[in-house]
């Protein structure tokens, strides 16, 4: 008999406003052994950010991240028993990229500034007008 | 044209305040003639939206752009369809630094 072989669908981007600005947690004071170490994307990061540090509903969070409501939940509830994990086995936390594509946001190294440009097509910076900016990640 | 800063006290040594719905004030730097004036923010006790509240309530002083620590997502789509610039200085940033820096640009 023929196995049929299907490829699952490919994962959308899922649009994040930043990414981290930190790598990533560690335990301190451990007794025992620790456990794994917790891998956190990007649109994990942000699900988590959008519902329990800015309290947006999940609709409004889906909506922001432009995926299904059923989608958002998923990384959600990931993202949250994976915190559990790291917190209960003692394991380190690290932001890794996914799936996302970023909102526009840009960084002039020079001023030290991170901000929307007024013309996306030709980012300036509001503060030196350098266009030696880059696309913030 | 305006551009609005949040800020933590109502003085140019303040620093930049690390939220924008929730700032105790605003400094609103006239960018023509080069004056300011502190506002307190009357928003900053709402039990919820105060960053949309905060953002309709300064494009309707004909304020052009917002510089503080963060903005939350809703605020970020808000300014973003009201067409106004977002701007985050590093973390500690200084008013008078930020108006330093802005005259520069004048120049």
């Given at each position: 008999m023929?196995?049929?072989?299907?490829m699952a669908?490919?994962i959308?981007?899922?649009?994040i406003?930043?990414?981290p600005?930190?790598?990533g947690?560690?335990?301190?004071?451990?007794?025992?052994?620790?456990?794994?170490?917790?891998?956190?994307?990007?649109?994990?990061?942000?699900?988590?950010?959008?519902?329990d540090?800015?309290?947006?509903?999940?609709?409004?969070?889906?909506q922001?991240m432009?995926?299904?409501?059923?989608?958002?939940t998923?990384?959600?509830?990931?993202?949250?028993q994976?915190?559990?994990?790291?917190?209960?086995?003692?394991?380190?936390?690290?932001?890794?990229?996914?799936?996302?594509?970023?909102?526009?946001w840009?960084?002039?190294?020079?001023?030290?500034?991170?901000?929307?440009p007024?013309?996306?097509?030709?980012?300036?910076?509001?503060?030196?007008s350098?266009?030696?900016?880059?696309k913030?990640? | 044209?305006?551009?609005?800063?949040?800020?933590?006290?109502?003085?140019?040594?303040?620093?930049?305040d690390?939220?924008?719905?929730?700032?105790?004030?605003?400094?609103?730097?006239?960018?023509?003639?080069?004056?300011?004036e502190?506002?307190?923010?009357?928003?900053?006790?709402?039990?919820?939206?105060?960053?949309?509240?905060a953002?309709?309530?300064?494009a309707d002083?004909?304020?052009?752009?917002?510089i503080?620590?963060?903005?939350?997502?809703?605020?970020?789509?808000?300014?973003?369809?009201?067409?106004?610039?977002?701007?985050?200085?590093?973390?500690?940033?200084?008013?008078?630094?930020?108006?330093?820096?802005?005259?520069?640009?004048?120049?």
């Amino acid at each position: 008999m023929r196995k049929l072989c299907r490829m699952a669908r490919s994962i959308k981007n899922r649009r994040i406003q930043m990414a981290p600005g930190i790598g990533g947690f560690k335990p301190h004071g451990m007794q025992h052994r620790k456990g794994p170490d917790v891998f956190i994307g990007f649109e994990e990061y942000e699900a988590l950010k959008l519902c329990d540090y800015e309290m947006l509903t999940q609709a409004e969070a889906a909506q922001m991240m432009q995926i299904s409501r059923p989608t958002f939940t998923r990384i959600y509830e990931k993202v949250r028993q994976k915190i559990a994990r790291a917190f209960v086995e003692g394991s380190a936390i690290y932001f890794t990229g996914g799936h996302v594509k970023m909102a526009g946001w840009y960084h002039c190294s020079r001023c030290q500034i991170t901000f929307t440009p007024e013309m996306e097509a030709a980012p300036v910076c509001p503060f030196c007008s350098s266009s030696l900016v880059q696309k913030f990640s | 044209m305006f551009v609005a800063i949040s800020a933590v006290e109502n003085h140019i040594a303040s620093a930049v305040d690390p939220h924008f719905g929730r700032c105790a004030w605003f400094c609103l730097l006239d960018s023509i003639q080069g004056t300011w004036e502190f506002i307190e923010n009357p928003f900053q006790h709402d039990p919820g939206h105060a960053g949309c509240d905060a953002a309709d309530f300064l494009a309707d002083k004909g304020v052009f752009m917002v510089i503080a620590g963060r903005f939350g997502s809703m605020v970020v789509e808000r300014f973003r369809e009201l067409g106004i610039q977002m701007v985050i200085p590093e973390p500690g940033t200084y008013i008078q630094r930020i108006m330093q820096q802005l005259n520069q640009n004048e120049r």
